[in-house]
């Protein structure tokens, strides 16, 4: 049996592939392999609908579609990831931030002239 | 007339908001032993926050008693007064309540909005990123190198596909242990007070440098603690090299994406490539012990008996 968390990429990766909104049973069914029962795809889709990830039209059955695609996510991710805001370093680790071109030429010259220490 | 204990409590809290953090910001020693400094940092920090409200504290209660048990003890047990209540002493308990308050009050604000923010990005991450080349690293897709990990219950460490591609398997395994370190050693809690004092004490210079200094300690003390995991015949220069490549790679970094300052960069290469010698025992000592006597010091003018 999958984890929720596992189950959540699998149903976004479904809505993402496909070409309009779809319908529960049709997730159930393309999900069959993971013997996944309808209710556990309808409480999947509830956790990403308060996540924000998904929303649903009024047709009956109703019918669920992505949000964003995999690559506005991605990038609202990298905007927060690269920004500096004053806690960025206290909610994420970051290895290194990003300097400006003068500073980059500083730093390659100091590794070409650095000992191998 | 004013306790002495209050007077005294006052010039500590005056040291430890200017003078201390100033020259322990400019001092040299600490990147010779980050985890040290650190220490240091944290006591200078709580100090600072306990001398500034036990003055005054101390100041407001003394017209129930010389020290702040005996005061206590005294309110709780209804005594009257010895002294006249002044409107100073008033003045001094208010001052000691809103500071206290909001003290603990951000510190506290500051935790549930980084906690929140982190399940935002862990929320967006779990949907984004697929296996990475190492177990405990995910790959996200993206051409800027970038390469971070979310603290927490269930931490993630994530490397960005660029740069995977910019570094070499040896530098990439210097940047996870890098990464591994912050995570081990739960560097985001030495962090959070320091965000909080600058988020309570705007105006208050040493709240600003204290976060920096800590900052880059802590970056430095996570680059030692991965050359000590880190094979190869010069980890020291691979990890140089990482850091180079990362923070000059600006391949594809969105707008709005301000830059760091060099400097702090800087200072990580220069002493993975040029190490100076590590602290003498003595003087590690001699830090540790001011770290404790720097927190003793406050702790005991508040519960000691009155001076005068």
């Given at each position: 049996?999958?984890?929720?968390?596992?189950?959540?990429?699998?149903?976004?990766?479904?809505?993402?592939?496909?070409?309009?909104?779809?319908?529960?049973?049709?997730?159930?069914?393309?999900?069959?392999?993971?013997?996944?029962?309808?209710?556990?795809?309808?409480?999947?889709?509830?956790?990403?609908?308060?996540?924000?990830?998904?929303?649903?039209?009024?047709a009956r059955p109703r019918r669920f579609s992505a949000r964003a695609s995999r690559e506005d996510h991605a990038a609202e991710l990298m905007h927060e990831v690269l920004g500096q805001a004053a806690d960025r370093q206290a909610v994420l680790a970051r290895f290194v931030g990003s300097v400006n071109d003068e500073e980059a030429r500083l730093l390659r010259e100091l590794l070409a002239g650095g000992s191998t220490g | 007339m004013l306790p002495v204990t209050a007077v005294a409590l006052a010039v500590l809290a005056?040291?430890?908001?200017?003078?201390?953090?100033?020259?322990?910001?400019?001092?040299?020693?600490?990147?010779?032993?980050?985890?040290?400094?650190?220490?240091?940092?944290?006591?200078?920090?709580?100090?600072?926050?306990?001398?500034?409200?036990?003055?005054?504290?101390?100041?407001?209660?003394?017209?129930?008693?010389?020290?702040?048990?005996?005061?206590?003890?005294?309110?709780?047990?209804?005594?009257?007064?010895?002294?006249?209540?002044?409107?100073?002493?008033?003045?001094?308990?208010?001052?000691?309540?809103?500071?206290?308050?909001?003290?603990?009050?951000?510190?506290?604000?500051?935790?549930?909005?980084?906690?929140?923010?982190?399940?935002?990005?862990?929320?967006?991450?779990?949907?984004?990123?697929?296996?990475?080349?190492?177990?405990?690293?995910?790959?996200?897709?993206?051409?800027?190198?970038?390469?971070?990990?979310?603290?927490?219950?269930?931490?993630l460490l994530v490397l960005s596909s660029g740069m995977v591609a910019e570094l070499d398997d040896g530098q990439l395994a210097a940047v996870v242990a890098h990464e591994r370190a912050h995570l081990a050693e739960h560097h985001h809690l030495l962090l959070l007070p320091f965000v909080a004092w600058k988020a309570a004490l705007p105006v208050l210079p040493a709240a600003e440098r204290a976060h920096g200094a800590v900052r880059e300690l802590v970056e430095m003390r996570a680059d030692d603690v991965a050359l000590g995991s880190l094979s190869g015949t010069s980890p020291r220069r691979t990890l140089a090299e990482a850091i180079v490549a990362a923070a000059g790679g600006a391949g594809g970094v969105p707008t709005g994406a301000l830059a760091v300052s060099g400097a702090g960069v800087r200072a990580r290469v220069v002493r993975l490539l040029e190490p100076a010698h590590p602290l003498p025992a003595a003087a590690r000592w001699t830090a540790l012990s001011g770290a404790v006597l720097l927190l003793l010091l406050p702790t005991a003018l508040l519960l000691l008996p009155a001076l005068g």
């Open positions: 049996m999958a984890s929720l968390g596992e189950l959540e990429r699998a149903v976004m990766d479904r809505l993402w592939a496909a070409d309009g909104p779809v319908a529960a049973t049709r997730l159930r069914n393309e999900l069959a392999d993971r013997g996944v029962a309808l209710t556990t795809v309808h409480t999947v889709l509830t956790r990403l609908e308060q996540k924000g990830f998904v929303r649903h039209d009024d | 005056a040291l430890l908001a200017w003078p201390v953090p100033a020259l322990l910001a400019r001092a040299q020693w600490p990147g010779r032993d980050p985890l040290v400094a650190l220490v240091c940092w944290q006591a200078v920090g709580l100090a600072g926050g306990l001398s500034m409200i036990g003055a005054l504290l101390v100041h407001g209660l003394a017209p129930w008693g010389h020290s702040l048990p005996e005061a206590a003890w005294a309110v709780v047990r209804g005594h009257v007064v010895t002294e006249p209540v002044r409107g100073d002493h008033w003045v001094a308990l208010t001052l000691a309540g809103v500071l206290a308050f909001e003290l603990v009050g951000v510190l506290l604000l500051s935790w549930a909005r980084i906690v929140r923010t982190r399940r935002r990005h862990r929320e967006l991450l779990e949907l984004v990123v697929q296996p990475g080349p190492q177990p405990d690293a995910r790959l996200l897709d993206h051409p800027a190198p970038v390469a971070f990990c979310i603290p927490g219950a269930r931490p």
